[in-house]
């Protein structure tokens, strides 16, 4: 009779990694603290902040997402070249200027500055990337950055899945960097919407602008950091990623 078992691993004995998890934890859960308190002040949800843009604007928004999303990294790969990456908060103030500058247009200023905003978070994202000793030149890694988009943006509560879902992106899409942005743009467009609803909120303009730019910048900053601080965590412990994604879901998945 033949017996099949299934890939047990070994708990975590390892100090040092279990503490790197529970810091990774603690920047995840609280990347979209900034973003709920805005929220709040706007005085209204993710979704019912969607419903106020324009039906023309709320169906388009999933092409203009997915072209912005192909000139940003195309835009962000020849930077590389030229600009050397920034600290996160020299990238958080410019994101913060350019969103004030569209808010003070309203939605029409928004939507002209969603493009630049998409390039600055990406070549934000790709510095950290580096940072964490990745190639942002490779292609595997351009990936990785792209999928950064698919996990819940800053307005929205998350308990952790987003993590995983990360992770099996790719095996969604294949190897197609097209495909790839064909299925991070839909999710993206959803969260990109609630930010130029939040930019064209009467009376706030360009504060409103601002401050949402610099929640965006600052929670897909810390989304990256703990993406490539995993990765290089499995890299240095030579410990499965796998293994070590389902430990910080479980860590972000307490209650505080």
């Known amino acids: 009779m033949s017996q099949t078992t299934a890939e047990i691993f070994e708990p975590l004995t390892d100090h040092s990694v279990m503490r790197e998890l529970d ?15 805005l929220l709040s002040y706007l005085g ?15 169906g388009g928004l999933e092409g203009i997402t997915a072209r912005a999303l192909q000139t940003a990294l195309a835009a962000a790969g020849r930077s590389r070249g030229v600009v050397e990456d920034k600290p996160d908060w020299l990238n958080r103030a410019l994101t913060t200027a350019m969103g ?29 990337a580096a940072e964490h000793g990745f190639d942002p030149a490779s292609d ?4 990785e950055c792209l999928r ?9 509560e998350d308990d952790g899945t ?25 999710r993206l467009s959803a969260v990109l919407g609630q930010k130029l ?26 989304v990256a950091r703990v993406h490539f601080g995993l990765k290089r965590l499995a890299r240095d412990a030579q410990i499965d990623e796998g293994l070590l994604r ?8 307490r209650k505080r």
Not at 23 to 37: I, T, V
């Open 23 to 37: 810091g990774l934890a603690r920047r995840y859960r609280s990347a979209s603290g900034p973003g709920m308190q």
């Open 44 to 58: 209204g949800s993710a979704e019912t902040l969607l419903n106020k843009l324009p039906s023309p604007v709320r």
């Open 100 to 128: 004030a500058a569209g808010g003070f247009a309203g939605l029409p200023g928004a939507a002209a500055e969603l493009p630049l905003t998409i390039t600055m978070l990406l070549r934000s994202i790709q510095g950290i």
């Open 140 to 143: 595997e890694v351009k990936t």
């Open 148 to 156: 950064i988009f698919a996990s819940a943006g800053p307005l929205e």
């Open 162 to 186: 987003d993590v995983g879902l990360i992770a099996t992106r790719v095996t969604l899409t294949g190897s197609s960097m097209q495909g790839l942005i064909s299925k991070v743009a839909p």
């Open 197 to 222: 609803a939040a930019q064209a909120a009467p009376l706030l303009g360009a504060v409103a602008g601002a401050a949402v730019n610099y929640t965006f910048t600052s929670y897909y900053q810390d």
């Open 246 to 253: 389902e430990e910080l879901v479980a860590r972000i998945s």
